[in-house]
């Protein structure tokens, strides 16, 4: 049995798919399992990753688990899976965990989830994806009423990867104990400006879009308003003062499936619908 956290969110539905098609038994956690859409024979089942106390039936008798990273003790969590049973873990990292930063908040929790797996003494692998394509559908306010699309850092190149390729190198890391203590850098095949991203749009959804770049001030100021302080602060380092290499590709992907990560054309192809007007 393979437990998938976030078993509905971007990566983690791909990689129940994925792991239900390869006839792998996985249970999946979700908010409400009367409402979670999941396929035939995936159990769904509840429990809070801040509150390890809540997790026993969803880890028992799992053999592995896909995490996630950032929750409130997660130590004691790894030691409730290491006693339920548990073998092997695949977490969700980034890239901001190689700066070991305690004091940017997204580098901070991806370092102490990595720091705390490897004190589990569990296996594990840690994925550190880039900027996940789907980053993309966050525009979709600004091309429900008009063309002009406002990015933010429109200078700055990121090799963004599809989901589904995240999903399927974890599907690897949690059946394939080649992978086991491996650090596992995830990009896409390209490192596309903001701008690039829009001109695929505008091509796959036949309109004159066009990218208009918000200055720093500007992009601050809209990531205020929708998350707190510090994370601001974190992705203005990142991205405003270069203190993430989000551009460097690498060839894991394909290196792991024995295929080539899809490009930003492929994943908004196979997104059309959402982009369409």
Do not use: C
């Amino acid at each position: 049995m393979i437990l998938v956290t976030g078993a509905t969110g971007n990566i983690g539905g791909e990689l129940v798919t994925t792991l239900s098609e390869a006839g792998e038994q996985v249970r999946a956690l979700v908010r409400d399992p009367s409402t979670a859409t999941l396929p035939a024979g995936v159990e769904a089942v509840t429990g809070d990753l801040n509150r390890p106390e809540t997790m026993a039936d969803a880890l028992d008798g799992a053999h592995a688990l896909f995490l996630l990273p950032g929750y409130d003790n997660q130590a004691d969590l790894l030691d409730r899976a290491k006693k339920a049973g548990v073998q092997r873990v695949a977490l969700l990292s980034s890239a901001s965990a190689a700066l070991r930063n305690l004091d940017n908040a997204v580098s901070r929790y991806m370092t102490l989830s990595e720091r705390a797996v490897r004190e589990s003494e569990l296996a594990w692998t840690f994925l550190r994806p880039r900027s996940f394509m789907s980053n993309a559908l966050r525009w979709l306010p600004q091309l429900a009423v008009g063309d002009v699309v406002r990015v933010q850092f429109p200078d700055v190149r990121v090799g963004a990867i599809d989901p589904a390729d995240i999903a399927a190198v974890a599907a690897k890391a949690l059946t394939d104990g080649d992978l086991d203590g491996r650090i596992l850098e995830l990009t896409g095949p390209q490192a596309l400006l903001p701008a690039d991203q829009i001109a695929v749009l505008a091509a796959i959804s036949d309109r004159p879009l066009v990218a208009e770049g918000l200055t720093t001030e500007e992009t601050k100021a809209e990531l205020a308003a929708t998350m707190p302080q510090h994370y601001v602060d974190a992705f203005l380092s990142f991205f405003a003062d270069g203190t993430l290499d989000e551009a460097t590709l690498y060839p894991t992907v394909r290196e792991v499936t024995g295929r080539a990560p899809r490009t930003f054309e492929q994943w908004a192809r196979a997104h059309a619908a959402a982009f369409a007007r």
